[in-house]
């Protein structure tokens, strides 16, 4: 049967969503002429950080055997690391104040047409009257450059699979697709934005699978035991390595030798010359598992690392977010504290606060901070934070903000709330959005986002559009003022978009 094609009105969410591209203005990018190598891929994932070794295809389902697998996929000289490089750190070629137009451009289109929607769903009061400059109602300040431009990375996670010359112990990052069954798996020494001590890491981890009578774990229903390894460093060069191992069949004291052997080799040998503070060793047997379905099993050193961020000293778990750049990071921070105004009779409603970083650095200036994170070391890191730290006006809640936000709010009626969200990617549950609209209270509201152009548009659009009975969206519209770009993510497209709204 022929495939029906239904139109979808151009003022509707969804076609709205659709249309939403940072980049896909023609002409933006110099390059774009000549379609540079993986460009028209870089939102469709075809080079990811991370492994996908539960991935389904078509032509490839859970249970069949592998088809033949390629013993060698091309060449092995630097086209592979460009290609690499375009994909990871598409900017790369650009010098840092042509990054910074190419970006100040995507958010000013991302805004213009968040604008647009919104004046057709609440009229012309949607944003503030202020006279429109660069198109906009709300005012936009120039983009607020990173401190640091190269190896600014503070996590890296480096997959392993088969590498250019089809060696299934390759440690890099991916490039191709699974559809295609074109993975390839490339150093990453190359990359810009991966520091100097992380791509050590990975080549000596990669020394030591070479060397291990055990296979890499590849594809799940094929077998194998070594996966990823995820590099955490401070700005005081401590370094965290955590490596997950797919146990399979394997008994304790079969484990047991693999972990020794880990140990052994990044202690005492070749892979001392990393001089790690820490190693981890997690057994997984999904593609990401956290702490509470998988514990992070210390091998040696210090459980956690330590970082100075704002007059504080913050501790960090190896589950914990954290913002990958540091000094970035105190940048936006410092942004998010001078939009909020905080004062002696406001309450900070701190949500996915991660560590608690932003709350804490502010909660010298404010009556109470509330922070709400699902990752429980998370919450951990932020209770011993501000204990250690001497701030004692802090609650820090752990699970999911639907079912913690509500409850904690109708407390909080009468007060002076001022919120700040910094969600991942996937955005807000709807459960939040609902109870950050409902709340009276909360006169300011914060939103962090590094992704403002897909799931968190959604949640804009709903704290924003007229009350709306049937989406249970009672509470008076918030009003877009000012958005404030911070580039956390040097050669990359991508940067925090820091939005103010009142009512």
């Known amino acids: 049967m022929a495939e029906i094609k ?36 870089l939102f469709l994932g075809s080079a990811c950080e991370g492994n996908f070794t539960n991935v389904k295809t078509k032509k490839w389902q ?55 929607y919104l004046q057709k769903l609440n009229g012309i009061n949607v944003t503030t009257s202020a006279p429109r400059v660069e198109g906009l109602s709300c005012l936009l300040h120039p983009i607020i450059p990173s401190p640091v431009i190269n190896g600014y990375r503070n996590k890296s996670t480096f997959s392993v699979n088969r590498g250019p010359d089809g060696n299934p112990k390759t440690v890099g990052y991916y490039l191709g697709t699974w559809r295609d069954r074109s993975i390839v798996c ?44 995820i590099v955490r460093t401070n700005s005081q060069g401590h370094t965290m390595a955590i490596i997950t191992f797919h146990p399979q069949e394997l008994k304790q004291e079969q484990l047991g030798v693999q972990k020794e052997a880990i140990k052994k ?40 690392l330590f970082e100075d961020l704002l007059g504080l000293k913050i501790r960090i778990s190896p589950d914990a977010f954290f913002q990958i750049n540091t000094a970035g990071a105190e940048v936006l921070y410092r942004t998010v504290g001078e939009l909020s105004r905080v004062n002696s009779n406001t ?27 699902l990752v429980e070391q998370a919450v951990e890191d932020a209770r011993w934070t501000a204990a250690f730290n001497g701030i004692t006006n802090c609650e820090f809640h752990t699970g999911r903000a639907e079912k913690i936000l509500p ?5 909080k009626e009468d007060g002076q709330v001022i919120a700040v969200v910094n969600p991942a990617r996937a955005g807000l549950h709807y459960q939040v959005v609902r109870a950050i609209r409902n709340c009276r209270a909360i006169h300011t509201l914060i939103f962090v986002s590094c992704k403002p152009h897909g799931e968190a548009t959604r949640n804009i659009i709903e704290l924003c559009c007229p009350p709306d009975s049937a ?30 709204f009142t009512r």
């Open 6 to 41: 239904r139109r979808v009105p151009m003022h509707s969410p969804r076609s709205f969503l659709s249309r939403l591209g940072p980049l896909s203005k023609p002409g933006l990018l110099p390059w774009c002429a000549t379609k540079h190598p993986g460009w028209s891929k």
């Open 471 to 500: 989406k249970k969206l009672l509470g008076e519209p918030f009003v877009l003022r000012k958005a404030v770009p911070v580039d956390l993510f040097p050669h990359t497209p991508h940067c925090e978009l820091v939005l103010l």
């Open 407 to 411: 409850q904690l709010l109708k407390s």
């Open 62 to 116: 859970r249970g069949q055997k592998s088809q033949k697998k390629p013993s060698y996929i091309g060449p092995l000289d630097g086209s592979w690391q460009e290609r690499l490089a375009d994909i990871v750190t598409p900017l790369w070629r650009l010098s840092y104040e042509e990054q910074l137009k190419v970006k100040f451009e995507a958010q000013k289109k991302i805004l213009r047409r968040l604008e647009s």
């Open 347 to 373: 309450i900070l409603l701190d949500i996915c606060c991660g560590t608690g970083v932003i709350g804490l650095s502010l909660a010298q200036y404010a009556s109470q901070i509330l922070g709400i994170e």
């Open 265 to 304: 080799f990044f202690t005492t040998g070749p892979g001392a010359v990393c001089d790690l503070t820490s190693l981890y060793f997690q057994e997984s047997t999904v593609t990401r598992c956290s702490h509470q379905q998988s514990p992070y099993q210390l091998l040696f050193g210090e459980p956690h």
């Open 186 to 229: 490339v150093r990453s020494n190359h990359l810009k934005n991966i520091p100097e001590k992380h791509n050590q890491v990975a080549q000596y981890y990669e020394v030591f699978l070479r060397q291990s009578p055990l296979e890499p774990c590849l594809l799940f229903h094929e077998g194998g035991y070594w996966r990823e390894l």
